[in-house]
């Protein structure tokens, strides 16, 4: 099949299907699922449906209501996609929210992510805050926090979470604290974290961390102003 | 069945493999999702596997990773039959199945050179019964013949394919999932083959070429 070029400049709105280039600027909506090779959305943007694409730049809103896959996305903006997400790689500057899972080689955030089921990828770097509905699993995780930032379960090799400044306002009122049940790593590194449980072979506790109980294998560091219930060897 | 579990430390400690290890291998789907069972323990929840499943994958794995890449291991590892179809030739000549059971399927495809995985599988799985000697060889063309036309239905579910014996008569089936079984007085269980198993196995000698 031809695949052509699709490009709405104004307010418009056309079908699903197969395109080459889909070009969005000002107000547009797709019906139906789309294919295509790149997506250029500057503006506000709707999908109703899924989205396959080799790179897609979404500069101001995007919305597609199904899953999207694809090589390359990058938001400058804010994106929000109704399933599954899966692509090699992802920068997100500002808001994104993916109600299902999130499978990537790499993500960026600069911003805030907020996934809704579970995140996987082998390398994520956060600066600003998150939250992952179910396991965050991740070759390389470095979190510089800025605001409260959540997940049920961290998993990876290397977890560095630090905080980063802010104003006197946000951090009386949108504490830059992380949250989680459950922290397993080789290498972790934690700072302003909550967690019931943290297993790891180096573990370093820095400041203001409550960890109910800690276990590890070769060496741990703690801040003498950590708060850490019980520590075990194993 | 109740299945033995073991929890995440102790699968660890036992395998010397590190926490970044199981995640990486969780993402490459290496270990499937379904044997992360969560429970809840007095230290809140915690994760536990299939004790034997994931002793013998992780085994496997250890074994083969540094011949084989890890997207490769997950190809293998895969339930789903792989998309292979090879030619009579190269069965013969990769030692895949025994003569005897190649005898078999030169009669039944007489014209036709090309075998599919699920071909395959079957001829696999007999043969390997044959071999054993838990079968005679009237048996095994019923169970290929089973097998062939039931196990497309299981879209690479886990199953196991049971044979039963009765006062020489035997009667073959495939029960999806792990099945407990009862079985009255002077049957006998002839055979009970673990078919993802097997794939791994046949997968195995097909990759090693």
Redesign the interface.
């Known amino acids: 099949m031809e695949r052509r070029d699709l490009v709405i400049a104004g307010t418009g709105h056309a079908s699903g299907g197969l395109y080459s280039l889909v070009k969005l600027s000002g107000n547009g909506k797709l019906y139906g699922d789309l294919d295509c090779l790149e997506m250029q959305v500057q503006g506000n943007a709707t999908v109703e449906g899924s989205v396959k694409a080799n790179n897609v730049h979404i500069a101001g809103k995007g919305h597609v209501t199904g899953g999207m896959e694809c090589e390359w996305m990058k938001v400058s903006g804010s994106v929000k996609i109704g399933e599954h997400v899966q692509c090699q790689e992802a920068t997100v500057r500002g808001h994104g929210l993916v109600k299902g899972s999130c499978t990537a080689e790499t993500i960026r955030v600069h911003g805030e992510l907020d996934v809704g089921g579970d995140c996987s990828a082998e390398r994520m770097e956060v600066e600003g805050h998150f939250s992952v509905g179910g396991l965050l699993n991740a070759g390389y995780i470095e979190v510089k926090l800025f605001g409260p930032s959540r997940a049920t379960e961290i998993g990876g090799e290397t977890i560095m979470v630090k905080r980063q400044g802010g104003s006197l306002f946000k951090k009386w009122f949108f504490p830059a604290e992380l949250t989680a049940d459950v922290i397993e790593g080789d290498v972790i590194h934690l700072e302003h974290t909550t967690a019931k449980t943290v297993r790891g072979n180096r573990v370093t506790i820095g400041r203001g961390c409550h960890i109910e109980r800690v276990e590890y294998r070769e060496a741990l560091e703690c801040d003498e102003e950590a708060k850490i219930g019980i520590i075990e060897k194993g | 069945m109740e299945q033995e579990l073991i929890s995440?430390?102790e699968l660890l400690?036992l395998t010397g493999i590190?926490?970044?290890q199981?995640?990486?291998w969780?993402?490459k789907k290496l270990i499937p999702e379904e044997w992360f069972i969560r429970k809840s323990t007095f230290?809140?929840?915690e994760t536990f596997f299939p004790r034997e499943k994931i002793l013998a994958r992780i085994e496997k794995i250890k074994e083969l990773k540094d011949e084989r890449s890890l997207d490769e291991l997950a190809a293998m590892f895969a339930p789903d039959p792989a998309t292979v179809v090879m030619t009579k030739e190269e069965i013969v000549k990769r030692h895949i199945v025994s003569d005897v059971v190649l005898q078999l399927l030169n009669n039944q495809l007489s014209d036709r050179n090309d075998v599919s995985f699920v071909q395959l599988l079957s001829l696999y799985l007999v043969d390997r019964l044959l071999l054993s000697g838990e079968i005679s060889m009237e048996e095994g063309k019923n169970i290929w013949k089973m097998f062939e036309s039931h196990y497309p239905k299981l879209q690479g579910k886990s199953c196991e394919l049971i044979v039963l014996r009765k006062m020489g008569m035997a009667t073959c089936f495939l029960a999806e999932g792990a099945v407990n079984l009862y079985i009255e007085e002077g049957a006998k269980l002839a055979a009970r083959l673990h078919v993802p198993a097997c794939i791994e196995e046949l997968k195995l000698k097909l990759s090693e070429g």
């Open positions: 995440k430390k400690e590190s926490y970044g199981l995640y990486r969780k993402r230290t809140g929840q």
